[in-house]
């Protein structure tokens, strides 16, 4: 029960673009901005986008992130098997003020 | 090189205590501001608590609101949780993070950047 609603699964094949979605509502994502993590198994999460939109150096172009009102998008492109990991959606809720992730999804490379 | 580092952890039994600690280095520790992030076995990420650069901001999530204290410690470059009343649901891998800030004028969108390997708390009898 997540105040972040995201699948609990995608998959795709190689080269394939694929997009996580994230749901908030207007406490949330419609007033703070969006942050995507990525977590392989065993380890601890990374992020992989910023501000809703912005990289970290390091992080290939085929990851892409957008946010447009209560909701937030993660978009991969040009899918490779070594993006097979958990991928969670967070931001701060300016009512509950703390910080919220989603549940996250759980991304397999057919 | 960042490098957060946690300790503390183990079994303990319901209605206890616990200190967790994290120990940076790598960087201007009484910059940033850090928070505790866990997660239950095979579950997902929940924030915990956060604590600013001068312990000026603390905030908690609500289930661990009078339970839960955060300090820091900017001369030995540590972070901590005591964690009392101990409850099987507080059972999950803790990780220290740091916050950095995306600024545009006088906005700042905050992230957790650099993430410690976590520590493990069980409470079970």
């Known amino acids: 029960q997540s105040v972040l609603t995201q699948p609990p699964s995608a998959s795709g094949t190689p080269g394939q673009r694929v997009t996580i979605s994230c749901s908030g509502s207007s406490s949330n994502i419609g007033s703070n901005t969006v942050n995507w993590y990525q977590q392989f198994p065993g380890t601890a999460p990374k992020v992989l986008i910023y501000?809703?939109?912005q990289r970290p150096s390091g992080v290939p172009d085929r990851f892409s992130g957008s946010k447009s009102g209560t909701s937030a998008s993660l978009a991969i492109s040009g899918l490779q098997s070594e993006d097979e990991a958990d991928y969670y959606c967070a931001t701060s809720d300016d009512s509950l003020k703390a910080w919220v992730f989603g549940g996250g999804t759980k991304l397999t490379v057919l | 090189e960042v490098q957060l580092v946690e300790s503390g952890g183990g079994l303990v039994q319901p209605g206890r205590s616990l200190r967790l600690s994290c120990a940076a280095s790598g960087f201007r520790f009484d910059d940033y501001a850090l928070h505790w992030v866990r997660q239950a076995p095979g579950k997902g990420l929940e924030w915990v608590s956060g604590?600013?650069?001068?312990?000026?901001?603390?905030e908690y999530v609500d289930s661990v609101k009078g339970r839960f204290t955060i300090s820091r410690d900017n001369a030995k470059n540590s972070l901590y949780l005591q964690m009392k009343s101990l409850r099987a649901e507080d059972t999950a891998l803790y990780y220290c993070?740091?916050?950095?800030?995306?600024?545009?004028?006088?906005?700042?969108?905050?992230?957790?950047?650099?993430w410690g390997q976590g520590t493990l708390v069980t409470v079970s009898s």
């Open positions: 501000s809703n939109n």
């Open positions: 604590i600013s650069w001068n312990s000026g901001i603390i």
């Open positions: 993070a740091t916050v950095s800030a995306d600024c545009s004028g006088a906005t700042c969108n905050e992230y957790f950047h650099h």
